[in-house]
């Protein structure tokens, strides 16, 4: 046999030991599933749709809780919502652990409130709580700057003079806005050309994170990581903010006034140097520039994305919006601002801004979690660090909690007197010790801007109502709307 022909089975030999190797079998008990070929995993029981459709599948057979291989390592996933609820709240402790998406592990790795675990994650949940708390979350200020915010957008949408827009930026715009003035002190112009391009690499990167190929590096990158694709597309547009967030950094350190913070960043910088002489501590650079990206991600793709696609819903469905405006005339009338009070008024809207979440369904498989310790769950043990991931996908459309699950309609979350009904199934923020960090921001901001804009506006749209397509540009770890063209027309 050739030298080389030697050489290359040899090499091939030692990556598969590799792999083998880097993901040992589990111990315990795992929930049942289809069988695993070796390194490959369920790669043949993978539906083109992508995961959630595959997991669909599987959990017909196999039942609420299953095992998948994901190529050579096996995940645990929840499907429906007794499942999720009896895993992240009757044994919150045990899956408060965080997996990992391989996709953009390279740039969070395990620092940032997000991806980190233990009591990393513990202090630095704690200090973005009360830190945002001070500077306006759970504050009236956050209602003042939303309010504002809003009649920006009024004035721009103003100009447009009625011809069809594309709304993507400007609602990725308000929604950055407000936890700029939160991360950074400030708030940016619509026409600010480095806003933009930090928005247009938020956009692209939540979308190639949502793709069918970044599924498929999920399955297998510990091998797709030395090959070119979408993995460094995200790597490189994730480390251009980055480049940003450490300018602002340092602008901050430049001018810091320790008596008199101004913004997040600030307040992690007075902490870092109370710190400085703890080896142990978790407040340091790293932390703190994937922290702020964390936030600044997060906090402008989902409120955004969701606003695209409410209003893409508005447009299939004319009569709701037109509801809702009825019932913005009857509670805040033309002359006043909205406000937090006119929710509770207001049920109406307020259901029809909780089947936008349903429906849309953002981020439809959870970000992924992990148990702490070896854990027993419904009969099964799972080993420490295994992964989990909770369908929250399947919770939104359980047909046990909603009706007509694939369908949009307000009255999920109305009851017989027209009053909002809560729901168990309603997690778009999932539950448990892991829910979002913003989720009081994010629906202070979905109720006023979606009031402001229809009390100002309707809607139209140069294509015909039963011709709008609904179903997703990119369907993955999140869910993106297809662009459209939108008409505000002055009321």
Same mark, same amino acid.
């Given at each position: 046999?050739e ?6 089975? *040899?090499?091939?030999?030692?990556f ?34 992508g ?15 299953f095992?998948?291989?994901?190529g ?10 007794? *499942? ?8 919150a402790?045990?899956?408060?652990g ?14 940032g409130?997000?991806f980190?675990?233990?009591?990393r ?5 704690r ?16 209602e %003042?700057r939303?309010?504002? %915010? ?5 004035? #721009?949408?103003?100009k ?9 930026f ?7 806005n407000?936890?700029c ?10 026409k ?25 590096? %999920? ?58 002489s703890?080896?142990?501590? #978790? ?16 906090g ?18 004319? &009569?709701? *919006?037109?509801?809702v ?14 406000n937090?009070d ?22 439809p ?9 070896d ?17 929250l996908?399947?919770?939104? &459309? ?13 009255? &999920? ?12 199934a309603?997690?778009?923020?999932s ?18 801007f979606?009031?402001?804009i229809?009390?100002?506006?309707s ?30 027309l002055?009321?």
């Open positions: 046999m030298p080389t022909v030697l050489l290359l089975l *040899a090499l091939l030999v030692g598969l030991l590799l792999m083998v190797r880097g993901h040992p079998k589990a111990r315990g008990h795992l929930p049942p599933g289809p069988r695993p070929l070796p390194l490959l995993g369920n790669l043949l029981q993978m539906d083109r749709g995961f959630l459709d595959s997991f669909r599948q599987l959990r017909e057979k196999y039942g609420d809780v095992t998948v291989h994901l050579p390592r096996p995940v645990v996933m929840l499907y429906g919502t007794k *499942a999720i609820r009896e895993a992240l709240v009757d044994q402790e045990a899956f408060s965080r997996g990992t998406i391989a996709v953009v592990r390279p740039v969070f790795q395990d620092y409130m997000i980190a675990n233990g009591e994650w513990k202090t630095l949940r200090f973005s709580l009360a830190t945002m708390r001070d500077f306006g979350m759970g504050k009236r200020s956050v %003042e939303i309010q504002e %915010e809003a009649q920006c957008l009024v004035e #721009e949408l103003r447009s003079q009625g011809a069809p827009v594309d709304p993507t400007l609602f990725q715009c308000i929604t950055a407000i936890i003035s939160i991360v950074f002190g400030e708030r940016f112009d619509y600010d050309r480095q806003f933009l391009r930090l928005l247009d690499l938020f956009y692209r990167s939540f979308s190639l994170i949502s793709s069918f190929s970044s599924q498929v590096f %999920e399955l297998f990158s510990g091998f797709l990581k030395y090959f070119p694709g979408t993995h460094r597309q995200i790597s490189k547009n994730l480390q251009e903010i980055l480049v940003y967030i450490g300018q602002s950094v340092e602008k901050h350190r430049a001018t810091l006034d320790p008596s008199n913070p101004r913004d997040f960043i600030d307040t992690y910088l007075l902490r870092m140097e109370k710190e400085k703890n080896q142990q501590t #978790e407040f340091g650079h790293e932390n703190l520039m994937i922290s702020v990206l964390s936030l600044f991600f997060a402008t793709e989902t409120s955004s994305t969701t606003l695209r696609y409410g209003f893409l819903l508005m447009l299939k469905y004319p &009569h709701v *919006a037109e509801k405006q009825k019932e913005i005339d009857q509670v805040i009338g033309s002359h006043r601002l909205p937090l006119d929710r509770i008024k207001m049920p109406y809207t307020e259901a029809v801004i909780y089947e936008i979440q349903r429906f849309s369904d953002l981020v498989i959870g970000v992924p979690h992990k148990v702490t310790k854990t027993l769950f419904r009969g099964y043990l799972l080993p420490k660090n295994m992964e989990v991931y909770p369908i996908s399947s919770a939104l &459309h359980d047909p046990q909690y909603f009706k007509q699950p694939d369908t949009f309609n307000p009255d &999920h979350f109305l009851d017989a007197n027209g009053a909002v009904k809560k729901t168990e309603f997690m778009p923020f539950i448990g010790k892991r829910i979002c960090l913003g989720e009081g921001i994010a629906r202070n901001e979905l109720f006023l979606f009031t402001t229809l009390q100002n506006f809607v139209s749209s140069p294509v015909a109502p039963e011709d709008i397509d609904l179903s997703p540009k990119e369907s993955g770890f999140g869910k993106v709307p297809k662009t459209y063209q939108i008409c505000f002055a009321r």
